[in-house]
């Protein structure tokens, strides 16, 4: 155990006099700073003041949606009669949503992580996009009307989930492109 001899008395000071000084203020200092010296920058600053994690929270939280459509809509309606069953376009879009948003909600801890990230936004867009093309060629309007909404439901969801899939593969490859610079 470490040990110091520090005098603790209380020290008064005097006037040539001999009187003490009042108007001096409190015995006791406190230290201030000078100057404010900047912490450490992380990295990706200017990308994860954006809030990517947002964009990545709701493109996760909509492929778990996409993924519970999906597996209710196999097991409700018959496999062959459609696309959507046949290539299960939305198990297969929630999945990749819910694997690229999670691997973007890590990008702030493990920033090493942007190629990954940027290539999985890359093939969440695709897989949506033909998804989203197979979805649109298999509406049907007229024929059973539960299965027409959820057809529709499922094509909104996938279109939100291409646009903000977009939106982050434009960030990351700004923030990339800006990083080698």
């Not at 015995?27 to 900047?38: F, G, N, Q």
């Not at 801890?109 to 033909?130: M, R, Y």
């Amino acid at each position: 155990m470490a040990k110091a001899d520090i005098e603790m008395d209380i020290q008064r000071h005097e006037d040539s006099a001999g009187g003490r000084l009042d108007d001096e203020g409190p015995l006791i200092k406190y230290y201030r700073a000078s100057e404010v010296l900047p912490g450490p920058v992380p990295a990706l600053q200017k990308l994860l003041r954006k809030g990517p994690a947002t964009c990545a929270a709701v493109q996760s939280s909509s492929g778990i949606l996409s993924f519970g459509i999906g597996v209710v809509f196999a097991a409700s309606f018959g496999i062959n009669l459609n696309l959507l069953t046949v290539f299960r376009v939305p198990i297969l879009t929630g999945i990749t949503f819910v694997f690229a948003g999670v691997l973007s909600n890590l990008l702030y801890k493990h920033p090493e992580l942007l190629q990954t990230c940027l290539v999985a936004n890359i093939v969440c867009l695709l897989v949506s996009g033909v998804g989203s093309i197979l979805l649109i060629v298999d509406l049907q309007p007229g024929g059973n009307n539960i299965q027409y909404k959820m057809e529709v439901l499922v094509l909104c969801v996938t279109l939100m989930d291409m646009i903000i899939a977009a939106v982050l593969i434009f960030w990351f490859h700004r923030e990339k492109r800006d990083h080698k610079q």
